[in-house]
């Protein structure tokens, strides 16, 4: 993730959704638990140094409540709201 400081969340999600995927296809034949739980966790580093990064003057509390909100269940169907989404 070179030089992402510029980019906006969208632009970011859209250029990584087909690594993402294609990761996932290929290791979908095999065993893959340890491989998406690093995955996942250098991910999650990733996203977070680049969130953090371009508010460097604002708190790791203000940085997860604007990038990283917590996603609340639909408790009468059970599914996402994309409204909480995005």
Request: cysteine-free.
């Amino acid at each position: 993730m070179i030089n992402t400081k510029p980019l906006l969340r969208k632009s970011l999600i859209a250029k990584l959704n087909p690594v993402i995927r294609g990761w996932a296809n290929y290791y979908s034949a095999v065993v893959s638990k340890e491989v998406f739980r690093k995955i996942d966790n250098l991910l999650w580093k990733r996203l977070w140094r680049w969130a953090s990064r371009r508010h460097p003057n604002k708190s790791a509390k203000w940085v997860k409540e604007k990038y990283f909100p917590s996603i609340e269940r639909n408790t009468e169907i059970g599914f996402l709201t994309m409204a909480n989404i995005y």
